[in-house]
């Protein structure tokens, strides 16, 4: 309960800490890590310098990977308040927008879009082989 309240404290008085004691690490609960949004979500650590300890900012609370570093090397126009952070319970359809908005990345994590895809892709590499070989097979015909 007292760890509860000292880690509440970072957001509800928004003195968010230097973004040089943070530490970002995956998510260490396998049960959610099904998806790929797992390879960018994690969870966001304080470290203390005197001690070298490391708390979660929140346990419930889910961090970018892509916001931390962008804001980490933004040096001291970075701020923690700027990374993305989700409940933990959050759908990851929203993590992956976040990552196909904000930072144009596309990961594949629901699977009729990816087979969808899939078959998409399948069908124009059989268009080009096709053409290829046609084309090939024209070239052998030309040359003999
Ligand atoms: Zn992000």
Known sequence: MSTQNKVNKFVSTLKAPPLTSLQWAPVSDKSIRQSKVWEFMGVLFVVDSATGCRCPIDDNLVHCKLCFYEQVSAGKDGHML???????????????????????????????????????????????????????????????
Not at 85 to 104: F, P, V
Not at 125 to 132: C, E, P, R
């Open 82 to 144: 700027k990374i993305y952070c989700a409940k933990k319970s959050t759908a990851s359809g929203n993590h992956i927008a976040h990552a196909s908005q904000k930072h144009k990345r596309e990961f594949q994590c629901e699977a009729p879009a990816t087979s969808k895809l899939a078959a998409w892709l399948a069908q124009s590499d059989d268009t080009s082989h096709s053409a290829g070989n046609q084309f090939e097979s024209n070239r052998d015909l030309g040359c003999s």
